[in-house]
């Protein structure tokens, strides 16, 4: 029998948890918040716009779920650590921190100035260090539960996307450093990376037509996208004490594309001349 996702994730799962987000005025992170604040935790939102953050707090308390949103642009470390200072006045010790903020574009290297290449390595892989090492002073510990989303560019090169390469290699070795540094004090350090995400601006970007969707599709060995919920729940399990033995964990939430492509011309054997 084929176990959903809902016989896991109950109601009232997440009651009594504190989670901080970063990055959280939208999309896959956007998605965590709201999982956490449907499941009773109380959710805090960081974003370099207070407009946006703003929103998206909004939007899960008129769902009656528990959030504030404070400005603070991730590569800007003195602004996360006063971040951490507010949600930490206001809901106490941190149970769970969401590093998920994130900048990309496609883009050859020929043609990649070095401030476009810093600028991703500023908000991923910089803007990761200031949330995780602004946040140890606020985090329950032990118990505390530190994710960084990451992406299968870390491992895999991928034409076009070296800066996000770069970033996201960084993003896992900190994360899995941490997990060696912190596990002593009881706090758990890991990482997702999110494969092709269907509810997201970045895949309608990507794939702005049905012919380009289902061609990309069929390169996923599970023959579909994910979805934010998918992250989500996952997300959720790692901050909960049913994963209270992992960290330095880089979990792939992909539908199997860091495989590499199973689409039927991959599978097809060579022909012979």
Same mark, same amino acid.
């Given at each position: 029998?084929?176990?959903?996702?809902?016989?896991?994730?109950?109601?009232?799962? =997440?009651?009594?948890?504190?989670?901080?987000? *970063?990055?959280?005025?939208?999309?896959?992170?956007?998605?965590?918040?709201?999982?956490?604040?449907?499941?009773?935790?109380?959710?805090?939102?960081?974003?370099?716009?207070?407009?946006? $953050?703003?929103?998206?707090?909004?939007?899960?308390?008129?769902?009656?779920?528990?959030?504030?949103?404070?400005?603070?642009?991730?590569?800007?470390? #003195? *602004?996360?650590?006063?971040?951490?200072?507010?949600?930490? *006045?206001?809901?106490?010790?941190?149970? $769970?921190?969401?590093? +998920?903020?994130?900048?990309?574009?496609?883009?050859?290297?020929?043609?990649?100035?070095?401030? #476009?290449?810093?600028?991703?390595?500023?908000?991923?892989?910089?803007?990761?260090?200031?949330?995780?090492?602004? =946040?140890?002073?606020?985090?329950?510990?032990?118990?505390?539960?530190?994710? #960084?989303?990451?992406?299968?560019?870390?491992?895999?090169?991928?034409?076009?996307? *070296?800066?996000? =390469?770069?970033?996201?290699? +960084?993003?896992?070795?900190?994360?899995?450093?941490?997990?060696?540094?912190?596990? %002593?004090?009881?706090?758990? $350090?890991?990482?997702?990376?999110?494969?092709?995400?269907?509810?997201?601006?970045?895949?309608?970007?990507?794939? %702005?037509?049905?012919?380009?969707?289902?061609?990309?599709?069929?390169?996923?060995?599970?023959?579909?996208?994910?979805?934010?919920?998918?992250? #989500?729940?996952?997300?959720?399990?790692?901050?909960?004490?049913?994963?209270?033995?992992?960290?330095?964990?880089?979990?792939? =939430?992909?539908? +199997?594309?860091?495989?590499?492509?199973?689409?039927?011309?991959?599978?097809?054997?060579?022909?012979?001349?």
């Amino acid at each position: 029998m084929t176990t959903q996702s809902a016989d896991i994730i109950r109601p009232g799962a =997440c009651t009594g948890q504190i989670v901080f987000v *970063a990055g959280g005025s939208g999309g896959i992170n956007l998605g965590i918040a709201q999982r956490y604040a449907e499941l009773g935790a109380s959710v805090a939102l960081i974003s370099r716009s207070q407009e946006r $953050v703003d929103a998206a707090a909004a939007e899960i308390t008129s769902r009656g779920g528990i959030a504030m949103g404070v400005e603070a642009d991730v590569r800007d470390s #003195a *602004a996360v650590l006063q971040a951490f200072e507010k949600v930490h *006045a206001a809901y106490g010790d941190i149970d $769970v921190v969401i590093s +998920g903020a994130a900048g990309n574009f496609l883009a050859p290297v020929i043609g990649l100035s070095t401030n #476009a290449f810093r600028t991703v390595i500023d908000i991923d892989l910089i803007g990761t260090f200031n949330v995780f090492r602004s =946040c140890y002073d606020f985090i329950a510990k032990p118990g505390a539960s530190l994710i #960084a989303i990451t992406a299968g560019q870390a491992v895999r090169p991928t034409m076009f996307q *070296a800066h996000a =390469c770069a970033a996201k290699a +960084g993003v896992n070795l900190l994360t899995q450093t941490l997990a060696m540094e912190w596990g %002593p004090a009881g706090i758990r $350090v890991n990482g997702i990376a999110p494969g092709p995400i269907g509810d997201t601006e970045g895949m309608a970007r990507l794939a %702005p037509n049905p012919e380009i969707t289902e061609r990309l599709k069929s390169r996923i060995p599970l023959r579909d996208y994910g979805t934010k919920s998918d992250i #989500a729940d996952l997300a959720v399990f790692l901050g909960s004490a049913n994963a209270k033995y992992i960290s330095g964990a880089i979990l792939d =939430c992909d539908g +199997g594309s860091i495989l590499g492509d199973a689409s039927a011309d991959a599978l097809a054997p060579p022909k012979r001349n």
